[in-house]
């Protein structure tokens, strides 16, 4: 066969590939859309309520106990993914180890990465176990947290190895200490830093494996850090099981509020990126 035919043929291959993502991806947000959406125009008070009594059954109520479950999930565990994150990719840089063990330690974390979220739930849920312990808030946020981490420190590793030596080297120059060293080049790799904590708290938020052993699943409001919770995703999975047609369609609401919530948080990582170029060494200025 003609090189110049096999061009054209990859060509083709991949414009029907990439076709069939975008149209699959705008087929699940478009029916999600307007589904959800039809169904919080019909009763906006679904998610600023907390459920009744007897929801699953006769779709009383609202879904704002899982809201505020994925808030007080997510939100903590991204904080100590984030420290957690920052602390060990500055560790991975040659200023702290060695080439190998970085590209070791970076093995393990994609392997880390491309573990199921379900293996985390049953991990945590393993020690919930042997502790004698039950699901809760806290246990969820343990759970998260262990899933969000290799996702932040990856992104921040990346971040930082593409920062322009020429911060690092400036900094010896002044004579500062590998400390202050570091807190430069974090700060010239701000862009990618910021936008890998935003991905991970994205992926937290959306993710219902991970917290399904470990946060419980509960229809009521969180009540402390060792009561159990429930998520939105936890949320749409039950809902959308219910023979109550009333609380399927609040399912596909949940859906809609989730998936705005995570496009939201992907375009506002685009857009602190883009930001805070502006402040690294050889940013964009306008």
Request: charged share 15%.
């Amino acid at each position: 066969m003609d090189r110049y035919v096999k061009q054209r043929l990859f060509g083709v291959l991949v414009r029907a590939a990439t076709a069939l993502v975008v149209g699959v991806m705008l087929l699940v947000v478009g029916v999600t859309i307007v589904r959800g959406g039809a169904a919080l125009l019909g009763d906006p008070s679904i998610v600023f309520t907390p459920p009744g009594s007897r929801y699953m059954l006769e779709g009383d109520g609202g879904f704002l106990h899982a809201v505020l479950g994925s808030i007080f999930i997510v939100g903590p565990a991204t904080v100590v993914s984030m420290v957690l994150a920052i602390s060990t990719a500055i560790y991975l840089q040659s200023d702290y180890s060695s080439e190998r063990f970085s590209d070791t330690v970076n093995m393990f974390l994609n392997v880390l990465w491309a573990t199921p979220p379900i293996v985390y739930g049953v991990f945590v849920l393993t020690v919930i176990i042997a502790v004698g312990a039950r699901t809760s808030l806290f246990f969820g946020i343990v759970a998260i947290a262990i899933f969000q981490y290799p996702i932040m420190t990856r992104y921040t590793d990346e971040a930082l190895r593409s920062a322009p030596e020429t911060v690092t080297e400036s900094a010896y120059g002044l004579g500062a200490t590998r400390f202050e060293t570091a807190r430069m080049t974090v700060r010239a790799a701000l862009p990618g830093v910021i936008a890998g904590i935003i991905m991970g708290f994205a992926r937290g938020i959306g993710d219902a494996a991970t917290v399904l052993f470990t946060a419980g699943r509960s229809t009521q409001m969180p009540a402390g850090l060792f009561e159990p919770a429930t998520t939105l995703p936890i949320l749409i999975f039950d809902q959308s099981t219910s023979f109550n047609a009333e609380v399927r369609s609040h399912a596909y609401a949940a859906s809609f509020v989730l998936i705005v919530a995570v496009l939201a948080l992907i375009f506002l990582s685009k857009l602190l990126a883009g930001r805070f170029a502006r402040y690294a060494p050889g940013g964009r200025h306008s």
